[in-house]
């Protein structure tokens, strides 16, 4: 029997754009030809080379429709709007989800469901075609997202804040496509002919070449860290026993000795009585990855270092008296710890217990220097293909752009690159409006005392875009508190930033 597919963003909730032409992609192995339906409106498309590509002409908003394609199978998609589309792009805090802003927006977030604001998250296949070659990287199969119920939680906050107010405006459906990657610098987001016009060699590109070779890479580097972790275990250790040769540390502090390896972080405290309910252990930002126990039973653990360490259990674990709380943590780049300005404090039912102060730290293992592949999302072009040319024939009405703080240690010739990326979606998806979110102030515990002059050369170099690129507008990020927080909770201001612009553009 012959298999009939949709490209992987037509799916349950879907949203397309309205009042342009519209798309629908897909295969079909046996059939010569398929009718695919929208909104009640039909149209019979070729099948050539195993694929089909039915047009339809612009539509108007429409709420709850559906899409049906009829040929070796008939496939249905429920839940169908049109609507406005808007594709958000760039780095982690385009990409940083209404969860991770709960506790400053607790209020906003729970008033109002939206059902008509809708997320596509772009997980990207990521692959790059050898020279020559059309794109090899596929669209992931995943539903749209609803922002209601917990669904919000998962969409974009900047994206939920600003698509909120849009729909309450406009009142037509809206659809956010989630395209942002953590830690991805501007050249991973360019093609190829642009990277060699800014100074990108082949040979930073040819290794991740054909079919495999980039995921090959990924799973290297993924092995990589995996091996280096397990390193750090020391087998024999007992942090019982070795907590006699442990030294007193003000916390919260940045350890700043080169070190690499595995230290274990004590704090006792007393309860006067037992604690009923659930409790909060707020531990701050950590670097990096960390296992934390309460009175020896694993409350959370968290892989890397920027999110926020939120660990709720149930109070059953404490008693009266003596309490100790363990936190193991890996520290991979030289220099960790626990960042200042965070909160660390254990909020329960009868109170809330500072954690700042005194703690007991303890080494377990010193490893050798952990030297990590690079991401995938640092590869020239990887996102190029795997996160723009994959939705060249989806239409979409602006762009918003936040991204620059990989940049930020090189930002000579990001403006230029800002031209040619901008130039190049244009290509793709029309000469639509961008949104630039410029990145907020910041200053690496690690490493800097002040914000770095990289960093405000692409802060002002992103406020000059008006200048110099066409119908693009800017939103400034305010700064955060505390200065070391890389992922600000205050989207809601830049999410009604966004929004306000809407009706600005020519």
Known sequence: MGDTKLKGIYSNGLVLQRNKETIIEGTDTSASEVVVTLAGSSVTAK???????????????????????????TLTINDVCIGDVYMLTGQSNMELPVIRTYDLNKEEIEAEDFEYVRQYRLTPDLEIPLKGEESICKLPE?????????????????????????FKEKNVPIGLILSAQGGSNIESWMCEEDLFETGTKEEQIAPFRGKGALKAYVDEGNKKTVAWRENTIDKDFSIEEALSEGVKIKMPCIIADEFFGSVWFVKEFDLDKQIEGECLLRLGDLIDADVTYVNGVEVGRTEYQYPPRKYRFDSSILKQGKNVIWTRLIIELGAGGFVPGHPYRLETSAGDI??????????????????PNMMAQNIPSALYYASLVTLKNISVSQIWWCQGESNA???????KKMILTFKKMREIFGEIPVV???????????????????????????????????????????????????????????????????????
């Open 436 to 506: 630039l979110v410029r990145i907020a102030d910041y200053i690496n515990p690690l490493k800097d005392t002040h914000i770095p002059d990289g960093w405000k050369k692409i802060q002002e170099l992103q406020d000059l875009a008006p200048t110099y690129i066409e119908n693009i507008k800017v939103v400034a990020s305010p700064a955060p508190d505390p200065i070391h927080e890389l992922h600000p909770q205050n989207k809601s201001g830049i999410g009604a930033g966004v929004a306000k612009l809407q009706w600005s553009f020519k």
């Open 47 to 73: 099948v050539e080379g195993g694929a089909f590509k039915a047009v339809f002409p612009p539509m108007d908003a429409v709420f709850d429709t559906e899409l049906k394609v009829e040929g070796t199978e």
């Open 409 to 415: 240690d090189f930002p000579e010739g990001y403006d």
């Open 354 to 371: 500072d954690l700042t102060g005194e703690w007991t730290m303890v080494v377990e293992k010193i490893t050798e220097k952990f030297k």
């Open 142 to 166: 995943n539903d749209w997202v609803k922002a209601s119920g917990k669904g919000k939680y998962e969409i974009s906050a900047i994206g939920f804040y600003a698509a909120k107010r849009i």
